[in-house]
Antibody
Framework: QVQLVESGGGLVKPGGSLRLSCAAS????????MTWIRQAPGKGLEWVSY????????YYPDSVKGRFTISRDNARNSLYLQMNSLRAEDTAVYYC?????????????WGQGTLVTVSS | IVMTQSPATLSVSPGERATLSCRAS??????LAWYQQKPGQAPRLLIY???TRATGIPARFSGTGSGTEFTLTISSLQSDDFAVYYC??????????FGGGTKVEIK
């Protein structure tokens, strides 16, 4: 069955860096656009990055552009998020999600998330 | 595009109907999805295309609307349905936005 498992979260100081990973199983990520979506504690959902199936195209909202980098390793069936210059407002649970193959912008499978805490 | 959900909290008795609203700040056609999230869990896709149920979603969940006004209806609330529900627009792909959520709680 389809499974997404995030890892790499933790406590980091403001200005620090962290790299999140998402290991996929039950499907080939090379066939799908993938994304990272975050949720601050007690808050709603915010999309933070997108990557095309080949990895040649990436997209970010202004809130993280220039600080976050999404990448993928299709051979390892894994997705990554490099987060630099972290701020307190980046504190959140980070989910990786698979975009539905027939409907761009809809996410049919999500991981359980990994918590990133930015604090001194 | 700003997505506004109402009410923020909805108190409903089991077996009753729940009606959740979502409004977009500009026209998004039918490019709207609904997700359900339970505490400590990831969101689950319920509806896309404003009215198409995702695989495995019970028929008691239905979505309507187009343009800027959308509704998610749960026809007869089961105990498993008490959760937070989010709407999300994808008309402005890849700049996706979610609503603030509606919490459906037991009355």
């Amino acid at each position: 069955q389809v499974q997404l498992v995030e890892s790499g979260g933790g406590l980091v100081k403001p200005g620090g860096s962290l790299r999140l990973s998402c290991a996929a199983s039950g499907f080939a990520i090379s066939d799908y656009y993938m994304t990272w979506i975050r949720q601050a504690p007690g808050k709603g959902l915010e999309w933070v990055s997108y990557i095309s199936s080949s990895g040649s195209n990436t997209y970010y909202p202004d809130s993280v552009k220039g600080r976050f980098t999404i990448s993928r390793d299709n051979a390892r069936n894994s997705l990554y998020l490099q987060m630099n210059s972290l701020r307190a407002e980046d504190t959140a649970v980070y989910y990786c999600a698979r975009e539905a193959i027939a409907t761009a912008g809809v996410f049919d499978y999500w991981g359980q998330g990994t918590l990133v805490t930015v604090s001194s | 595009i700003v997505m506004t959900q109402s009410p923020a909290t909805l108190s409903v008795s089991p077996g009753e109907r729940a009606t959740l609203s979502c409004r977009a700040s500009q026209i998004i056609n039918s490019n709207l999805a609904w997700y359900q999230q339970k505490p400590g869990q990831a969101p689950r896709l319920l509806i896309y295309g404003a009215s198409t149920r995702a695989t495995g979603i019970p028929a008691r969940f239905s979505g309507t609307g187009s343009g800027t006004e959308f509704t998610l209806t749960i026809s007869s609330l089961q105990s498993d349905d008490f959760a937070v529900y989010y709407c999300q627009q994808y008309n402005n792909w890849p700049q996706l936005t979610f609503g603030g959520g509606t919490k459906v709680e037991i009355k």
